[in-house]
């Protein structure tokens, strides 16, 4: 079995990069990275601010999942994608999407971070190559319908657009209140 982890390493680095460029020119700060404990990926500091970032893919499978790491990975053999019929995208993307986010919010390992800096942010980076305006709402109604158990752990959702390389947006749909 070839060892993935230096590919999600490398992968969720870029991500907290991506998401840090956009971050720091949208909201005019500074944020570095100071440490990575993983978890969570990266503690982020700007002046005497100290926060944190966690990383989570939104797949659109498995199998699409396996074909990107198959590709990537040194020394393992390309595991593509089938060339479908494929039913459901969007419906299938978007409800790994919400399950993605909730496992995230009701994780009680955050605990720790939140209380040594506070609610961190979690970077989301959409894999998914038929994102569109209709994915997004169906993403948005599959969240109105699910009940999570937010334990208060991350400030904001956002997510990475682009099939995770640097269109960031946040996650309007998440709210804390």
Known sequence: MVDRKPIKQ???????????????????TNFTVVEEPDPP?????????????EVTDAFWSD???????????P???????????????DEAFSKRFVDAVRKKLEKRSY?????????????????YPLFDANTFRMMQE????????????FRS????????RGLVQRWSAYSRT
């Open 10 to 28: 490398a992968h969720e680095r870029a991500q907290v990069a991506v998401f840090l460029h956009w971050f720091n020119a949208r909201y005019r």
């Open 75 to 89: 020394g393992e053999v390309h595991a593509p994608i089938s060339t479908g019929p494929f039913l459901n995208p």
């Open 41 to 53: 990926e990266a503690i982020i500091r700007s002046g005497r601010t100290t926060r944190w970032v």
């Open 157 to 164: 959702v956002y997510m990475n657009l682009r099939m995770g």
């Open 142 to 153: 599959l969240w109105s319908q699910t009940q999570i158990n937010d334990l208060g752990c």
């Open 63 to 73: 199998v699409f999942a396996k074909d990107e790491y198959s590709y990537a990975t």
């Open 111 to 127: 605990e720790e971070s939140k209380s040594l800096y506070g609610p961190g942010y979690l970077v989301v980076p959409i894999m």
